[in-house]
């Protein structure tokens, strides 16, 4: 296996604030993550794809703007939610993927809430 | 049609029996796939890959592919009620591309 963290595990911040979420990959080099969001009891939603060194992909209907993605390492990727408002919060999932198998590996996930 | 379909459950088993779970997927092209496990509240977690046509054992967990149909599935075998949790199975068009995943099947083993 491999392992993925992510920093923080759960966050609260106020309505107009930005967040920033870390995901790491510990024992492997990722060129490639990914983030994913989740609301309860639905299905894992893919927001985007981070490359190491370039500007992420961006699924259809999320905006790069208020959801910015710098992967500035191998092994780190970084989720920052902007102008955060209420219907922002979710559990934000990131995955990195081994480039070998491709399978990806999954952090813990951090649960925002925006008051 | 979506290109990964499972049922969505719940499926509900008694413990020690084996838990079958299906998957088809619409790319042809399709050359791996993946089954992992997410408890409520949690992150998945990959618990099988499999890239070949046939079988793959890992303890209780067989993944199964069948290419020309188009069909992945994950048998447990003595099924234990820690393993009541949602199965997603993730399909990827080539070795080391983004995964599509299905909506998860919701797996229940009863004491």
């Known amino acids: 296996g491999a392992v993925v963290s992510q920093h923080p595990s759960w966050v609260i911040c106020k309505s107009g604030t930005s967040v920033k979420i870390e995901c790491r990959s510990l024992?492997?080099?990722?060129?490639?993550m990914f983030w994913y969001r989740q609301f309860p009891k639905q299905s894992l939603m893919l927001m985007a794809t981070?490359?190491?060194?370039?500007?992420?992909?961006?699924e259809q209907g999320v905006e790069k703007d208020k959801f910015l993605i710098n992967h500035a390492s191998l092994t780190l990727s970084t989720l920052t939610v902007t102008s955060a408002h209420p219907e922002d919060s979710s559990f934000y999932i990131c995955s990195a993927l081994k480039q070998q198998g491709g399978e990806q590996y999954f952090g813990p996930g951090t649960r925002l809430t925006v008051t | 049609q979506k290109e990964v379909e499972q049922n969505s459950g719940p499926l509900s088993v008694p413990e020690g029996a084996i838990a079958s779970l299906n998957c088809t997927y619409s790319d042809r092209g399709s050359q791996s796939f993946f089954w992992y496990r997410q408890y409520s509240g949690k992150s998945p977690e990959l618990i099988m890959f499999?890239?070949?046509?046939g079988d793959k054992e890992d303890g209780r967990f067989t993944a199964q592919l069948n290419k020309a149909s188009q069909y992945v599935s994950l048998l447990i075998r003595d099924s234990q009620p820690s393993d009541s949790a949602t199965y997603l199975c993730?399909?990827?068009?080539?070795?080391?591309?983004?995964?599509?995943f299905g909506d998860g099947t919701t797996l229940t083993v009863k004491p």
């Open positions: 499999i890239y070949s046509n």
């Open positions: 993730a399909v990827t068009p080539d070795g080391a591309g983004k995964s599509t």
């Open positions: 981070s490359n190491e060194g370039s500007k992420a992909t961006y």
């Open positions: 024992d492997f080099q990722a060129t490639t």
